[in-house]
C-alpha cells in the first residue's frame, strides 16, 4: 500500500491550500479516510476524516474552514483548506484505514506552512 501527498507549502494567513494524497497496491475495501497533522514538539492529530458512506467528522479547530472529499472509485481523498491561520502550521498526513476503527496506513507527510 503507498499512499502519496500532494499539495502543501507555504501561505499566507487567510489563504488557502488544497491537499490530495492517492492510495495505490490497495487490496481491501477502504472504509476511512482521512487527513492528520503534527506540528512541533506536538502530537499529531485529527483533522478530518470521511467514511466509505462520505460521512465526515472535523477537529474543531478547522470546522467550517476546512472541507475532506473522496473518490472511492480513484482512492483518493482531499482536504480543502480555506482561512488558513498560523497555528495550521503542521505536517498533514494522509491516512486510510479498512475498518471505522482507525487508520492502518499512513502517507509520508506533506508540510504546510502558514505565515502571518
Known amino acids: 500500500v503507498q499512499l502519496v501527498e500532494s499539495g502543501g507549502g507555504l501561505v499566507q494567513a487567510g489563504g488557502s491550500l488544497r491537499l490530495s494524497c492517492a492510495a495505490s497496491?490497495?487490496?481491501?475495501?477502504?472504509?476511512?479516510m482521512g487527513w492528520y497533522r503534527q506540528a512541533p514538539g506536538k502530537q499529531r492529530e485529527l483533522v478530518a476524516t470521511?467514511?466509505?458512506?462520505?460521512?465526515?467528522n472535523y477537529a474543531d479547530s478547522v470546522k467550517g474552514r476546512f472541507t475532506i472529499s473522496r473518490d472511492t472509485v480513484k482512492n483518493t481523498v482531499n482536504l480543502q483548506m480555506d482561512s488558513l491561520k498560523p497555528e495550521d502550521t503542521a505536517v498533514y498526513y494522509c491516512?486510510?484505514?479498512?475498518?471505522?476503527?482507525?487508520?492502518?496506513?499512513w502517507g509520508q507527510g506533506t508540510q504546510v506552512t502558514v505565515s502571518s
Open positions: 470521511i467514511t466509505s458512506g462520505a460521512i465526515t
Open positions: 491516512g486510510v484505514g479498512w475498518s471505522l476503527g482507525g487508520i492502518n496506513y
Open positions: 497496491g490497495i487490496i481491501f475495501t477502504i472504509n476511512l
